[in-house]
Structures are given as structure tokens and as C-alpha cells.
């Protein structure tokens, strides 16, 4: 299978610990997002990467999320002392380089927080 | 917020084709319409996304407006597998995707 790939599926932390959701993209692709979703809602964005670079983390929160894209290796969204609030499915998308190509999705990490 | 307007649920009889419409009236003339769904518990999944004229691949067709402010998501035979989640959406700048809450479509057998 050559689609995005997301592990954990699914994440249990209690309070105060870290979490680390991976995802590796499409072959071929070298542009990552990340996205937050709460239960009955749509997806929130958070960050754009590409290969070693932060393009916009506009939707992250400023503090405890941090995200990188390293040269080699997944993309890791890192969660640092979670609370309650950060209990969410987290989704990875990749696309290819070119103006009006589409995101292509994960199966997403289900974080859960005791 | 999301620059799209979308019924809250729909549904559609099992073989019928299945209209999503959107409404985007404030869609500006370089952003283009996306349509993913969703399936409970999995992660979006890409369906189809159009600039001004009309497309159709292997899943759907898509049909915009000539004034660019609605398009119809069109299902041609629908399945009990096309149950989901609908989104529509316009892209923001070069790759924001500011997600609504989507239309709960459910095929009835």
C-alpha cells in the first residue's frame, strides 16, 4: 500500500506524559500537514512541513506541540505533558508539488488521554 | 472559518445517483473546490476537486456553477459504501483547507 501512513492508530497517555504521532507520506510526495479532529467536527489544520522545513505552524498551539520533517524518516507530531484537551484523532496528509494538488490522507493516530 | 455551506444530511436510495450540492459564494477566481468524505474511523479520503469547468473521474462528477458560487458533488450509482461524511471545500492560499462540518449522506438499501 503506497498511501500515507499513521502509527500508533491508536494512543493512550495519562496526564503529564509525552506523545509522538509518526506519519510517513506518499512515496513521491515531500509536502506533510498535519490536522486535529474533535468528535462531530470538521478538521482543524496545524502545520504544513516539507523536507527539514516548518512552512506554517499558524494552527498549532504555541506551546507542548512542536512537529518536524526530517531529511530522512517520518514526519513526527510531538505532544509534550498532554492534558484532557489534546484527546483527538490526528490526521497526516501528503501531496506532490504543484499548484492545485490534492492533500491525500492517513488513517490518523486516536489519542487518548487518561 | 469554512467558505463553504453544505446540508447537514441527506439520503439517497441504493442505485440512484447521490446530488451534494455546496454553496460558495465568496469563492475567489484562483481557488479551487475540493471534495473529500469521510467513512467513520477512517481518515479522509480525496474525491475530486475542480477550478471552473466540470470533471468526472472514476468515483464522481463534480459540476460548478458558471458563476463559480455552488457545485454539485454527483454519486452516479450510489452504494451502501458511499455512506459518509461530505466534504466540500475551498482552498486557502496554496494549500490551507478550512473544513465545515460536512454532509452526512446515508444510502438506504
Known amino acids: 500500500n503506497a498511501g500515507v501512513m499513521q502509527n500508533p492508530r491508536h494512543l493512550v497517555r495519562r496526564r503529564g506524559q509525552e506523545a509522538r504521532l509518526r506519519c510517513s507520506p506518499m512515496?513521491?510526495?515531500?509536502?506533510v500537514y498535519w490536522y486535529r479532529q474533535l468528535p462531530e467536527e470538521g478538521l482543524k489544520f496545524m502545520v504544513y512541513l516539507q523536507k527539514e522545513n516548518i512552512i506554517d505552524e499558524s494552527g498549532m498551539p504555541k506551546e507542548r506541540f512542536s512537529a518536524e520533517f526530517p531529511k530522512e524518516g517520518p514526519s513526527i507530531l510531538r505532544i509534550q505533558q498532554v492534558v484532557r484537551g489534546d484527546s483527538a484523532a490526528y490526521f497526516c496528509a501528503s501531496s506532490g508539488t504543484g499548484f492545485d494538488q490534492p492533500q491525500h490522507f492517513g488513517d490518523g493516530t486516536r489519542l487518548s488521554i487518561l | 472559518d469554512a467558505k463553504t455551506t453544505q446540508p447537514p444530511s441527506m439520503d439517497c436510495a441504493e442505485g440512484r445517483a447521490a446530488n451534494l450540492p455546496c454553496n460558495h459564494s465568496?469563492?475567489?477566481?484562483?481557488?479551487?473546490v475540493y471534495w473529500y468524505r469521510q467513512i467513520h474511523s477512517q481518515g479522509p479520503q480525496y474525491i475530486i476537486h475542480g477550478l471552473k469547468n466540470n470533471e468526472t473521474n472514476e468515483m464522481a462528477s463534480l459540476i460548478i456553477t458558471e458563476d463559480r458560487k455552488s457545485s454539485t458533488l454527483i454519486l452516479p450509482h450510489a452504494t451502501l459504501r458511499d455512506t459518509a461524511v461530505y466534504y466540500c471545500?475551498?482552498?486557502?492560499?496554496?494549500?490551507?483547507?478550512?473544513w465545515g462540518a460536512g454532509t452526512k449522506l446515508i444510502i438506504k438499501p
Open positions: 512515496k513521491g510526495h515531500s509536502h
Open positions: 465568496t469563492i475567489s477566481g484562483n481557488e479551487y
Open positions: 471545500i475551498v482552498r486557502v492560499g496554496n494549500y490551507q483547507l478550512i
